[in-house]
């Protein structure tokens, strides 16, 4: 791509429609943090795996910018899905790691 000048962003040089920030992932709960969002290895669906860093059991809202389906809870080796909540809330136990799989609405194609 060629130089964009500092004089103007980058949304108003190539005309983008996006915000020049915007979130991919994201949590409603300031002492949940999101460590790693990667395409599942065996299915068609993302891993997200988070963790609670205060020590309080916490419902929290997930954020994901193509939407959320079909949530549920898995174990860090990918198997036995279960139960997780509703498709963009999630039980986060103290101190614990969880790991999430969904469906995002376009899929990952």
């Known amino acids: 791509m060629d130089h964009i000048p500092d004089s103007r962003s980058r949304k108003e040089f190539l005309g983008a429609a996006m915000p020049e920030r915007y979130s991919f992932a994201g949590v409603d709960k300031d002492n949940i943090v999101i460590s790693t969002i990667k395409k599942s290895d065996d299915q068609d ?25 079909h949530l ?38």
Request: charged share 35%; net charge positive.
């Open 72 to 109: 549920s809870k898995t174990s860090i080796i990918e198997d036995g899905p279960g139960p997780a909540g509703t498709d963009d809330r999630v039980l986060v136990k103290k101190f614990s790691i969880e790991t999430l799989q969904f469906d995002g609405t376009q899929g990952l194609k």
């Open 45 to 69: 669906k993302f891993i997200l795996r988070c963790y609670d860093v205060e020590g309080k059991d916490m419902e929290a809202g997930l954020r994901w910018f193509k939407g959320i389906r």
